[in-house]
């Protein structure tokens, strides 16, 4: 992590009971919000992912732990673990939980003890802050409108290749998350099924010193790989999977046949949505199918 802001950005406040997601730097130790910064310093205990991580992040923004407990909590934490978090909030306690970098929850740990805060009316919470999907997604060029977080791909084998298979389909901007050893053997992959000229962009080291963004086709970023392999933390978005053209002739049956049951607006919506056509698009020809001019 860079160097933070200096000086005491803090505020020690009284917090209610519950447990509150904290969203912590992807790279830049600037990049945490103030409100953040007053959890962190206000709750009465500390949860992380990795401890050394959380403590770190404390000493550079000077709050002070004073005397306050910092507890392990990730993905092989026992269930006991997990209550015993749960405890302490319903007991009155305001318990804060950081992964190592992001946006808890975001193919990072945490949800089961969300889940669980919810399942028994435990107050729940979020500071909201980086992200590298979302950074990612801003810096890619592709379309922002729509579009699905797959996480992880499978590491290989079948379920790789269905993976890969399910989000080529997609039609939607898709983020990945994948590792420096395995993106060369995905982006082959995504290449050979979604085709080599669908866009993408791969962006590293996000925040950091060595951010770069590599945008192209498919088929550029192979050769951009196999030429320098990236190193770092990698987000890689895919643009959407292309729209088939509809028959003008289906999509005015399916209209007739939606006008029957519903109203216009409700019609045009559900064949838009089938066909994955604009909204728009499909109000305006519900409207002379029934020979309508106005809103209905």
């Known amino acids: ?157 079948g379920a790789r290749k269905r993976f890969v298979e399910e989000v080529s389909a997609l039609h939607s901007t898709v983020i990945l998350f994948e590792s420096p050893k395995r993106i060369n053997a995905l982006l082959t992959l995504l290449r050979d099924t979604a085709g080599s000229t669908r866009p993408a962009a791969l962006a590293r080291e996000l925040t950091k010193k060595f951010e770069e963004v590599r945008r192209g086709t498919l088929a550029e970023l192979c050769t951009s790989v196999e030429a320098d392999p990236p190193r770092g933390e990698i987000v890689l978005v895919i643009g959407r999977a292309a729209q088939a053209e509809a028959d003008p002739e289906a999509i005015d049956g399916a209209l007739r046949e939606a006008l029957g049951r519903l109203r216009v607006k409700e019609a045009a919506a559900e064949v838009a949505a089938a066909f994955g056509q604009p909204k728009r698009e499909m109000y305006q020809r519900a409207l002379a199918l029934t020979g309508r001019d106005g809103d209905a």
């Open 1 to 157: 992590m860079s160097e933070p802001s200096g000086g005491t950005p803090w505020r020690k406040t009284p917090l209610a009971a519950g447990l509150y997601f904290v969203a912590t730097p992807i790279g830049s130790a600037r990049d945490i919000t103030l409100r953040a910064l007053d959890v962190l310093a206000s709750a009465d205990v500390i949860a992380a992912e990795d401890t050394r991580t959380a403590r770190k992040l404390l000493e550079l923004h000077g709050v002070p732990l004073a005397g306050r407990r910092v507890i392990a909590h990730h993905d092989h934490s026992s269930a006991s673990a997990r209550n015993g978090l749960l405890k302490l909030a319903a007991e009155g306690a305001s318990v804060a939980y950081v992964s190592e970098a992001g946006s808890p929850l975001v193919a990072d740990p945490g949800f089961e003890l969300g889940r669980e805060a919810a399942a028994r009316g435990i107050p729940t919470t979020t500071a909201p802050g980086p992200s590298a999907a979302i950074a990612a997604l801003t810096l890619s060029g592709l379309p922002s409108d729509r579009f699905t977080f797959a996480g992880f791909p499978p590491a290989s084998g």
